[in-house]
């Protein structure tokens, strides 16, 4: 069960949008629609962006959405703002109840 | 309102055991679905995850540090318990606990997080 991969940093002006790509495997996000999206502020906890691959819990901006096609999974922040800045991760359903991470994405708003 | 809130030694010896406490309110641990999971991230590094533990006491963990780790609940304290064994400096990290609304749900919401160094 290895980590998911992600850019290790991504990089936007305020405005643009930006997408953060999550791959996996065959044993994870290529075939579960399980996939979640977490956003971290220095010495915080995570916070969930996206569940299910792309559904937006109640309160977060319709400037993040989530999308998958085959074995990768993408965040995407629209209209980028400075306080996107902050780490991204996401994670999958591997089986068998068992779950993994991805390896963090530093978005940083120039 | 759920909150979550880890508890735990902040410094343990190598070989020695771990255990944390997560102490939550706004769920009870006996609704069917229901579940709390374990993360931790070392510092400056990606999250991992733990460990699972449901409200039918159904155990997952993560296949890598099965052998070390046991989770375990207290419905009527709102509790859940992680123990990790043989600990490493490898180890030191925030652990963070998160609630779960079902088996396919997300971790939803976190905990504060509680870093535990490991040093002799």
């Known amino acids: 069960q290895s980590a998911l991969t992600q850019p290790a940093s991504v990089s936007g002006s305020p405005g643009q949008s930006i997408t953060i790509s999550c791959t996996g495997t065959s044993t994870d996000v290529g075939i579960y629609n399980l996939v979640s999206w977490y956003q971290q502020h220095p010495g915080k906890a995570p916070k969930l962006m996206i569940y299910e691959v792309s559904k937006r819990p109640s309160g977060v901006s319709n400037r993040f959405s989530g999308s998958k096609s085959g074995y990768t999974a993408s965040l995407t922040i629209s209209g980028l703002q400075a306080e996107d800045e902050a780490d991204y991760y996401c994670c999958s359903y591997a089986g068998s109840i068992t779950y993994v991470f991805g390896t963090g994405t530093k978005v940083t708003v120039l | 309102q759920i909150t979550l809130k880890e508890s735990g030694p902040t410094l343990v010896k190598p070989t020695q055991t771990l255990t944390l406490t997560c102490t939550f309110s706004?769920?009870?641990?006996?609704?069917?679905?229901?579940?709390v999971g374990w993360i931790r991230q070392p510092p400056g590094k990606a999250l991992e995850w733990l460990a699972l533990i449901y409200w039918d006491d159904d155990k997952r963990y993560s296949p890598s540090l099965e052998s070390r780790l046991t989770i375990t609940k207290d419905t009527s304290k709102n509790q859940v318990v992680l123990t990790m064994t043989n600990m490493d400096p490898v180890d030191t990290a925030t652990y963070f606990c998160?609630?779960?609304?079902?088996?396919?749900?997300?971790?939803?919401?976190w905990g504060q997080g509680t870093l535990v160094t490991v040093s002799s």
């Open positions: 998160a609630h779960r609304r079902d088996r396919g749900g997300p971790f939803d919401p």
């Open positions: 706004g769920f009870s641990l006996s609704t069917s679905g229901v579940g």
